[in-house]
């Protein structure tokens, strides 16, 4: 039913020209978030169905969508969709000999018979990708990144040679070993100094700082150029997240915990975000309308918005501002209580191994507000970003944005205390 009323609503939508052609906001995400609650529902087949109707409704759909779609298509059985969902993360650029790896997908490679064919298919996909455009962008992201340091003055060096010592710590199999070694050129090492020196550590200091604002001045206006000319690289331009891949695609564990910490950095981290996230940025140019417009336009996952500062400075104003751009992302807080053995009350029973969920305290503004605004960009309603982030507390190998958490083990002491925290929202599961 719930289905039935949704695609009502969206073609109803369609008839009357409620939203603009390829709104993202309007068209793909509320169908993705439904298909999102079908998997935290453990309902597979209703998410892949949602999950093809998100993809009909745009030309380019997401890679995480592909990925949580094909996987969604393996527990129902369907090999043939999970084959033809993962070519399309092939072909945005994810590392082909990643998917016999994955924290999911090493089980199918395991057990599935036309697997080597399918494998050896997408050895010969090529991405199409820009790669000059691509590498552009990782160059910048190295310059942002970049720890510059001014060679020390023959004074700074000899001073630190007769006076500053650093402990290397070497952990063996056996023991931990403390040794003392000459570390390096740094500032970061001198303490008090004298006078004179004091005054050339200054000076190299902000000859360091000049040289760091410099370079992110240079990344800003580049990266400004780029978003004018391309219009908000987004995967389907570079591929999926590339600067750390090719370092840690050959060795990440197969069952270890790196292989999912890798798709989260393919799948969840945008290259364009990542320069974005230094506040220096924002001087020069409305980076967030922009931002906005690509959420709109399916070049940017709504949920990326939030890795990007909402307080910037401004170097004419000097003074930081502030944008609202959803008042909260969806915090809960997952709570396994730890119960005093020698506790006796009557709600207690059962309690020990269940667990709980508390969402956050609103504050400034009301549900609604919030929705309003988390919706206008293509975010779920808090109360599913609740759900989600309850969901992504324990482990799971689908890529699920909404929400955050945070996990507690609470020790309760008396039954006045479990009943307090019985009564301040906490949901049990």
């Not at 500062?309 to 909260?328: G, L, M, V």
């Amino acid at each position: 039913m719930k289905k039935l009323i949704l695609f009502l609503i969206l073609s109803f939508l369609w008839r009357v020209g409620g939203f603009a052609q390829g709104d993202f906001t309007r068209i793909y995400h509320p169908i993705i978030n439904e298909a999102e609650l079908a998997i935290v529902d453990t309902n597979y087949y209703d998410a892949l169905d949602y999950y093809k109707e998100a993809f009909a409704n745009v030309k380019k759909p997401f890679a995480k969508d592909y990925y949580n779609a094909a996987i969604c298509a393996s527990m129902i059985g369907k090999l043939p969709l999970t084959f033809e969902y993962l070519e399309k993360i092939v072909e945005k650029g994810y590392p082909s000999d990643s998917l016999r790896k994955d924290v999911f997908f090493h089980y199918v490679a395991d057990t599935c018979k036309r697997w080597p064919e399918f494998e050896k298919q997408m050895r010969l996909v090529k991405p199409n990708i820009n790669w000059e455009l691509r590498d552009s962008l990782n160059k910048l992201y190295a310059l942002s990144m970049k720890n510059f340091r001014t060679p020390l003055t023959e004074e700074l060096r000899d001073y630190f040679r007769k006076n500053v010592k650093a402990k290397e710590i070497i952990i063996s199999k056996k023991d931990t070993i403390i040794r003392e070694t000459n570390v390096g050129d740094s500032l970061y090492f001198f303490g008090n100094l004298p006078q004179n020196l004091k005054i050339q550590q200054d000076s190299l200091r902000k000859m360091n700082d000049k040289k760091y604002t410099d370079a992110l001045n240079l990344v800003s206006q580049n990266l400004s150029k780029l978003i004018d000319n391309y219009n908000f690289p987004d995967e389907n331009m570079i591929g999926l997240s590339g600067y750390e891949y090719k370092v840690i695609s050959p060795r990440f564990g197969r069952f270890s915990i790196a292989s999912q910490s890798f798709n989260d950095l393919m799948f969840n981290k945008s290259l364009m975000i990542s320069l974005l996230e230094n506040p220096s940025f924002s001087n020069n140019k409305d980076f967030l309308s922009n931002m906005i417009q690509a959420i709109r336009d399916g070049k940017l996952a709504p949920q990326q918005i939030s890795n990007v500062a909402f307080s910037r400075f401004n170097n004419i104003t000097k003074s930081f501002e502030t944008f609202p751009i959803a008042y909260t992302m969806g915090k809960v807080q997952v709570l396994q209580l730890q119960l005093d053995s020698n506790l006796n009350c009557a709600k207690a029973e059962g309690i020990q191994n269940k667990k709980f969920w508390k969402k956050e305290k609103l504050t400034d503004y009301s549900e609604a507000e919030i929705n309003n605004k988390r919706q206008d960009i293509g975010l779920e309603k808090l109360a599913d970003a609740y759900k989600k982030a309850f969901f992504k507390a324990y482990p799971t190998p689908f890529m699920i944005n909404g929400g955050t958490y945070q996990k507690e083990l609470s020790y309760i002491s008396s039954c006045d205390v479990l009943e307090k925290m019985l009564k301040e929202s906490v949901i049990i599961r």
